[in-house]
């Protein structure tokens, strides 16, 4: 059982650069969601979706396009790099939309770079 | 709106210390509290969980309790190991507030020397 699993592990884009962080999880989760984390900053919600066909906004979605055309993959693009976009970004899934004590599940991580 | 407050680090101890970390939240609803570990070049983990007011969560020999009077969720352990060094993050999710997306805190680098 893969669970989340996102690529590529590491990039380097230069600023204006687009490119699509892939996501897919195999646990037939419901709810993903795209977070990115910045030194001192936790983990920032950047979007979300409850299903296929279905995205929102979460804190930070400036800059950040998503699509859910099936339950399993979540791919977030980035349609013109900047530098604040370098971070390290996390996918997770989870069983049930807003359940009480619903645990997430964290893919590796993508760690991104803009120059 | 929803937010968590955890204790900054990093946080340095040496092997069989006791750990205390500290967690409050602010949520509209009835928050379900999470604890959740990220190890080096990791992913975030669940470590425990807590979904109802004096409900205590456990694992790894961690401990929390869900307190409502004081909205705290502080993470516990007696005696912590080289290998419990990582960065622990406390989160909250509430169906009312946050409309069920993770809240997070900002999280607590531990390191624990032998």
């Known amino acids: 059982n893969a669970g989340v699993t996102q690529t590529p592990k590491f990039q380097v884009l230069k600023t204006g650069q687009s490119m699509t962080l892939q996501c897919a999880q195999d646990?037939?989760?419901?709810?993903m969601s795209w977070y990115r984390q910045d030194p001192g900053m936790g983990l920032r919600l950047i979007h979300y979706?409850?299903?296929?066909?279905?995205?929102d906004q979460g804190e930070v979605p400036n800059g950040y396009n998503v699509s859910r055309s099936t339950t399993e993959d979540f791919p977030l693009r980035l349609l013109s790099a900047a530098p604040s976009q370098t971070s390290v970004y996390f996918c997770?899934?989870?069983?049930?939309?807003?359940?009480?004590?619903?645990?997430?599940?964290f893919g590796q991580g993508t760690r991104l770079t803009v120059v | 709106g929803d937010s968590v407050t955890q204790m900054e680090g990093p946080v340095t101890l040496s092997e069989e210390a006791c750990l205390t970390i500290?967690?409050?939240?602010?949520?509209?609803?009835?928050?379900?509290l999470f604890w959740y570990v990220q190890y080096p070049g990791e992913g975030l983990q669940l470590l425990l969980k807590?979904?109802?007011?004096?409900d205590k969560g456990s694992n790894k020999g961690f401990e929390a309790t869900y307190r409502k009077e004081t909205t705290s969720f502080h993470l516990e352990k007696g005696s912590v190991q080289v290998s419990d060094s990582a960065v622990y993050f406390c989160?909250?999710?509430?169906?009312?507030?946050?409309?069920?997306?993770?809240?997070f805190g900002k999280g607590t680098k531990l390191s624990v020397k032998p």
């Open positions: 807590a979904t109802k007011a004096d």
């Open positions: 500290n967690c409050t939240y602010t949520a509209t609803g009835y928050p379900s």
């Open positions: 979706s409850v299903g296929a066909g279905i995205t």
């Open positions: 989160a909250l999710s509430d169906y009312g507030g946050s409309q069920g997306n993770l809240i």
């Open positions: 997770a899934s989870s069983q049930k939309y807003g359940g009480m004590g619903t645990e997430a599940f």
């Open positions: 646990m037939n989760h419901e709810y």
